[in-house]
């Protein structure tokens, strides 16, 4: 299986049937895959010298646990309902048992070692978001930037693989900016606003919702100048690599076609 197209839909596929239980389904809302963090994860170890089964069980490992988190956070931004809560809490649960289950059967203690780094560090930074911890901006982001690649950083170093390692973490923490950003210009709230708000204007109770149109829009320059930087980063950084396959080629070129100025996005939302 040279192809990498043929491997990240095997994989994949794989990561589906463990996660899109039909009867879990039925209580919890769909959990969240993030391709592209199983195909950077794919990417990188192609070029390592592991055996297909090898490589196969390193990322369902990984997309496991990264699910298991996933819908963690899911859960704790989700409706009221506390049976909704309690089921998606024991969701995660069951999808890290998976995890921890595959690792276990390869009996790789230093893979597992590396990978609880990752979570503690994933945690962590969680709890700093959510309890409005940080007192700058760059704190903050620097927290939501670890929250997403703490998991794929730890499991890169243990693979010496640390080449990458800015790069994509580049990419997901544009990737995770987009989504806040998207959020609140539905929803009018959005976590990591919540936390821009606290910081830019302590003093001002209200959610950032309700906040001025002056005011949101501070809010809304702010998210889109570490977008903007964010962006030069990951396209200088696409310069460092002599190949990138052609599937994720297709997939950077995506997610920075995405991270517009605020006043196209403002005309698409309008």
């Known amino acids: 299986m040279s192809d990498i197209r043929q491997k990240f839909t095997d994989i994949l596929e794989q990561v589906e049937q463990r996660v899109l239980d039909p009867y879990l389904l039925k209580y919890i809302e769909t959990p969240i895959i993030d391709e592209d963090k199983l195909l950077i994860l794919l990417s990188i170890m192609d070029g390592l ?91 903050l982001m620097m927290s939501i930037k670890r929250i997403e690649s703490s998991l794929l950083i730890k499991l890169t170093e243990y693979f010496q693989g640390d080449a990458w390692t800015e790069f994509f973490e580049n990419l997901f923490f544009i990737k995770r900016l987009l989504t806040e950003k998207k959020q609140y210009l539905q929803y009018g709230s959005s976590l990591l606003f919540e936390g821009l708000k606290n910081i830019i204007f302590p003093y001002n109770e209200q959610q950032s919702s309700n906040l001025s149109s002056d005011q949101q829009q501070d809010l809304l320059m702010v998210c889109d100048r570490y977008i903007n930087k964010t962006k030069q980063l990951i396209e200088k950084g696409k310069n460092q690599f002599p190949y990138l396959n052609e599937l994720l080629e297709q997939r950077i070129s995506f997610i920075l076609d995405r991270a517009q100025p605020m006043a196209k996005t403002f005309v698409e939302e309008g």
Request: net charge negative; hydrophobic share 35%; aromatic share 8%.
């Open 49 to 139: 010298e592991l055996s297909y089964r090898e490589v196969k069980n390193y990322c369902l490992s990984t997309m496991l646990i990264q699910i298991a988190l996933d819908t963690h956070e899911q859960n704790s931004i989700s409706s009221d309902d506390e049976k909704s809560r309690q089921l998606t809490v024991l969701a995660g649960d069951y999808f890290s048992g998976l995890y921890y289950k595959l690792l276990a059967e390869s009996e790789d203690i230093l893979v597992i070692k590396a990978l609880s780094e990752g979570i503690k560090e994933i945690n962590e930074n969680k709890i700093s978001v959510y309890h409005s911890e940080a007192d700058t901006i760059d704190k």
